[in-house]
């Protein structure tokens, strides 16, 4: 994945794993996103503010939403397993505090693991534990095709 291998659920398909061993596709490698706990229940990963700021200097909300929907799809594609992959239908955010420097983390618990469509709510937080910004996401599952 990213710099770590992060935690993930016991007989993860290996076709799964050789998808997330891209850490999560190109965005969240250059947004500096370290996964540190995957499973479609709970997810956690952490991304610097520094790189990812607007023009006055505070974390950009699209950064946020980035790390949110990262979270939220790879939980998701866990939970449809090999063969199957999750594309997001929705996704939401609302912003309550900015950061202007450190590491932010993201928490994604499961709202809802159906057989079609996974909902996710992500919290992100600063390094005091306060609440940055909220995101909501859902994922449909659908059969794994190359987009190529």
Same mark, same amino acid.
């Given at each position: 994945? %990213? ?5 993930? &659920? &016991?007989?993860? /398909? /290996? ?6 061993? %891209?850490?999560?596709?190109?965005? &969240?490698?250059?947004?500096?996103? *370290?996964?540190? +706990? ?9 991304? /610097?503010?520094?790189? #990812? ?6 974390? $950009? ?9 990262? =979270? ?5 594609? =866990? $939970? ?11 996704? #939401?955010?609302? $912003? ?23 909902? $996710? +709510?992500?919290?992100?937080?600063? +390094? *005091?534990?306060? @609440? =940055?910004?909220?995101? @909501?996401?859902? #994922?449909?599952?659908? *059969? ?5």
């Amino acid at each position: 994945m %990213t710099p770590s291998t992060p935690k993930l &659920p &016991p007989g993860t /398909p /290996p076709e799964l794993l050789e998808r997330l061993g %891209t850490g999560g596709g190109a965005l &969240p490698r250059k947004m500096g996103i *370290e996964f540190l +706990e995957l499973s479609p229940e709970y997810s956690v990963a952490t991304m /610097p503010v520094e790189g #990812n700021t607007q023009v006055v200097g505070i974390m $950009h909300g699209g950064a946020y939403v980035v790390l949110g929907e990262s =979270l939220g799809s790879i939980s998701s594609a =866990l $939970h449809g397993g090999a063969g199957r992959m999750a594309v997001g239908i929705e996704i #939401n955010a609302s $912003h309550s505090r900015s950061a202007a420097s450190g590491v932010v983390t993201g928490v994604c618990r499961a709202i809802v693991l159906g057989k079609t469509l996974c909902t $996710h +709510e992500i919290q992100i937080t600063d +390094e *005091e534990g306060r @609440r =940055l910004s909220t995101v @909501r996401m859902t #994922n449909m599952l659908r *059969e794994l095709r190359d987009f190529s």
